[in-house]
């Protein structure tokens, strides 16, 4: 009966298919992917779905991100990060749901698909361990992957940990592409929140060679005042 599983999970997705919402949420997909193909699903409809199979075996999930479909592959994701939160979790399940994404992040390729998931399924699974996989994504040729490095680390944020996140940003810095250039202000700017101190000191050492748009990501929470000081010194 599992080896049905991602068959049930599309049919039940493509149940609550809109087509006067396909345009609307082509507008989302930034994907390199010309192949993505879109039914105009609410997100909140994908994801009370996906926790309805919550327990759908990896070897299921795998072929749900082999489909075209936008909201089929947000889907499994969503799957793979509830199952990842889940209390009683075996090491050797977040270990495998942690391969699984590393494996198959070429259908891992949006914005949303990596901050839906990568937090609970890679970050939460490093929390005690060595991160230098977490400095191999951020020097990937393959955006995702850099997005990856940076967005997982919302659960060593959590926790407290914030110094990867402040390393890793600094690698990201210089990157071309905009999507990664918010994620680095986003992902700062949650650190600042934890240690406001240690985030001035990073904005006071980089803030004049940083991109714009990182920058007032990274600076969205300060009081007028400091936004404008730190405004002042970037590019």
């Not at 990060?81 to 070429?106: N, V």
Request: proline content about 3%.
């Amino acid at each position: 009966m599992n080896n049905n599983k991602a068959l049930e999970f599309i049919k039940e997705l493509e149940k609550h298919r809109n087509e006067q919402d396909i345009v609307k949420m082509k507008r989302f997909f930034k994907s390199s992917d010309p192949e993505t193909l879109c039914m105009g699903l609410n997100m909140r409809t994908v994801f009370q779905i996906a926790k309805e199979f919550i327990d759908m075996p990896l070897s299921e999930i795998e072929k749900v991100l082999e489909s075209p479909y936008y909201e089929v592959r947000m889907g499994a994701v969503s799957i793979m990060d509830y199952q990842a939160k889940k209390k009683k979790i075996s090491e050797e399940k977040r270990k495998s749901l942690f391969d699984l994404y590393l494996r198959r992040h070429d259908r891992i390729n949006n914005w949303d698909f990596v901050d839906r998931s990568a937090p609970a399924v890679i970050g939460m699974y490093l929390l005690d361990k060595p991160k230098d996989i977490l400095y191999t994504l951020a020097r990937s040729s393959n955006m995702w992957e850099r997005r990856t490095s940076i967005v997982c680390t919302h659960a060593f944020i959590k926790k407290g940990e914030i110094d990867h996140t402040f390393q890793i940003a600094e690698l990201l810095l210089n990157d071309p592409e905009e999507l990664i250039q918010k994620a680095v202000g986003s992902w700062i700017r949650e650190a600042g929140k934890q240690d406001e101190p240690a985030l001035k000191r990073f904005l006071n050492e980089h803030g004049s060679t940083m991109s714009r748009v990182t920058l007032r990501y990274a600076i969205e929470k300060f009081d007028k005042e400091t936004r404008k000081f730190y405004l002042s010194m970037g590019k």
